[in-house]
């Protein structure tokens, strides 16, 4: 599964983005900002270029949308909202690959520890960024980690420029739809990367 959820990400973004600023897909980039769910109204317009890029092992069988549906469509939220009014791609892997070896992505807490330590090196106060972490983190739900994590996404993206692993997030964002367990293993893994 976590092959297809990042291959699939990958493959929107980049049919998204295309090579740059006359290629951005804003039309539906817009219907994913304007949609807080996947099954909103408003992401209709997303939906055909959302769907056709799910393996269909993973596609709805019920009009409920599944796991992979949900946690796709929220990264790629928060990619669509990161993107806004930036000419460069927001987008880079956080692994190294074949063809590329210096990638500059990093994961989105990983993201938000630069501004925390921006914040500590400039003796401004950090406390503020870390209860809003530390209230994700405690999070059970997927609707209130996705609302939690549009906040965090609009404070780093005022403060720095970075390049998130959206395919990484969308994986963390799957996971967090099970069991007490993995919703325990995701947190404790956004912990390692924002504190440690």
């Known amino acids: 599964m ?8 990958v493959n929107f973004i980049r049919h998204c983005y295309g090579d740059g600023e006359a290629t951005i897909r804003r039309d539906i980039l817009k219907a994913l900002r304007t949609g807080k769910t996947i099954d909103s109204p408003r992401a209709q317009d997303a939906l055909p270029y959302l769907l056709e890029k799910v393996p269909e092992e993973f596609l709805t069988k019920n009009g409920i949308p599944t796991n992979f549906e949900r946690a796709f469509y929220e990264a ?7 993107q806004q009014g930036i000419d460069w791609c927001v987008y880079e892997t956080s692994r190294p690959t074949k063809e590329v070896q210096d990638d500059s ?6 993201g938000l520890k630069l501004l925390r330590n921006k914040a500590l090196e400039n003796d401004s106060d950090s406390k503020a960024l870390d209860r809003r972490v530390q209230t ?3 999070m059970t739900t997927l609707n ?6 549009e906040q965090l996404l609009g404070i780093m993206k005022s403060k720095i420029d970075v390049k998130i692993d959206y ?6 964002l799957y996971w967090l739809q099970f069991d007490e367990n993995c919703i325990k293993r995701v947190h404790f893994r956004w912990a390692n990367q924002y504190f440690g």
């Not at 790629?76 to 990161?82: C, M, T």
Request: charged fraction near 20%.
């Open 2 to 9: 976590k092959d297809e959820l990042t291959n699939a990400t």
């Open 76 to 82: 790629l939220r928060l990619y669509a909202l990161h």
């Open 105 to 110: 992505g990093i994961m989105f807490f990983k």
């Open 136 to 138: 994700v983190i405690a």
């Open 144 to 149: 209130g980690t996705s609302t939690s994590l």
């Open 167 to 172: 395919a990484d997030l969308a994986n963390d």
